[in-house]
T-cell receptor, first 113, second 117 residues
């Protein structure tokens, strides 16, 4: 069965600083990988996804993620965070189209001035 | 892009009553939809996979008689919490993916905050 680990429960970053959120997955084949963001009391918004091809994936809001098969990782990065990036971030893995997703426990991002 | 509408956004009900939550794909057809439950400051736990025209597939530990799922059309799935109790209070979120076309990723509804008093 697939699983996802987000080692960091809470991260605090200064506005304008760079960000990296870690995600490690466990799955036998090439997974479908996703990063979602959730604001309080809201649904989830897709930031980016990886299915195949180029291992560096660009997403919305200036985010990118890199798939590293050798490390079973799919870390999310942003070169310069904005106060509006404060939210909960979830990494998720799926086996294929129309297959259920397994979510990590999430990382809460706090931005300080 | 793909849009999923979830209704209601908030509901308060009395213990022992039933509540129905709707999940609609507005601009695409979805044979498969998913229902998740999220406790405060926790991750999403998959409750069931909803399949149009057939019975839902429930995850282990989820009571299918408590959480009734009906996927009557390619654009609508409903979750009914029957005989609700305070421990059923939670945030429920649905998601769907288009049957055809590019795989844009799973689209989520905005969630339903259920409070049972």
């Amino acid at each position: 069965a697939q699983s996802v680990t987000q080692p960091d429960i809470h991260i605090t970053v200064s506005e304008g600083a760079s960000l990296e959120l870690r995600c490690n997955y466990s799955y036998g084949a090439t997974p479908y990988l996703f990063w979602y963001v959730q604001s309080p009391g809201q649904g989830l918004q897709l930031l980016l996804k990886y299915f195949s091809g180029d291992t560096l994936v660009q997403g919305i809001k200036g985010f990118e993620a890199e798939f590293k098969r050798s490390q079973s990782s799919f870390n999310l990065r942003k070169p310069s965070v904005h106060w509006s990036d404060a939210a909960e971030y979830f990494c998720a893995v799926g086996r294929g189209r129309n297959e259920k997703l397994t979510f990590g426990t999430g990382t809460r991002l706090t931005i300080i001035p | 892009g793909a849009v999923v509408s979830q209704h209601p956004s908030r509901v308060i009900c009395k213990s022992g009553t039933s509540v129905k939550i709707e999940c609609r794909s507005l601009d695409f057809q979805a044979t498969t939809m998913f229902w998740y439950r999220q406790f405060p400051k926790q991750s999403l736990m998959l409750m069931a996979t909803s399949n149009e025209g057939s019975k839902a597939t429930y995850e282990q530990g989820v009571e299918k008689d408590k959480f009734l799922i009906n996927h009557a059309s390619l654009t609508l799935s409903t979750l009914t919490v029957t005989s609700a109790h305070p421990e059923d209070s939670s945030f429920y979120i649905c998601s769907a993916i288009p049957d055809r076309g590019r795989h844009y990723g799973y689209t989520f509804g905005s969630g339903t905050r259920l409070t049972v008093v």
